[in-house]
């Protein structure tokens, strides 16, 4: 599956964004993440959320601002990004990984997943 991610942009400290991953098949059987770059850095895991949507994972600095989700009729995955702050400054990938698995957690696409090309997430403070 090929994934495209849109919805980067500049914005304040405390500002919101929406980024949305649109894949380019059918999603429902595939666990579906985010993940960022800043720069200089490695690339990190953000979110995750498994295949049918009621489980999601974060990572600990984003807890309680993310909130990742998807739409299976849509094929699209979304990531609500709330009080943002200068350290999410980074750009923003899609993943996604086969699984049925019922509980969400951090992964790295294998040869079956996919990357999306990264959307650029700056935050000025």
């Known amino acids: 599956v090929q994934l495209q991610a849109s919805g980067g942009g500049l914005v304040q400290a405390g500002g919101s964004l929406r980024l949305s991953c649109a894949a380019s098949?059918?999603?429902?059987?595939?666990?579906m993440g985010w993940f960022r770059q800043a720069p200089g850095k490695e690339r990190e895991f953000v979110a995750s959320?498994?295949?049918?949507?009621?489980?999601?994972y974060y990572t600990d600095s984003v807890k309680g601002r993310f909130t990742i989700s998807r739409d299976n009729a849509w094929n699209t995955v979304y990531l609500q990004m709330n009080s943002l702050k200068s350290e999410d400054t980074a750009a923003y990938y899609c993943?996604?990984?086969?699984?049925?698995?019922?509980?969400?957690?951090?992964?790295?696409?294998?040869?079956?997943?996919?990357w999306g090309q990264g959307t650029l997430v700056t935050v000025s403070s």
């Open positions: 993943a996604a990984e086969p699984s049925l698995d019922s509980t969400a957690v951090a992964f790295t696409p294998s040869r079956r997943g996919s």
């Open positions: 959320i498994n295949w049918s949507g009621d489980s999601r």
């Open positions: 098949g059918r999603i429902f059987s595939y666990a």
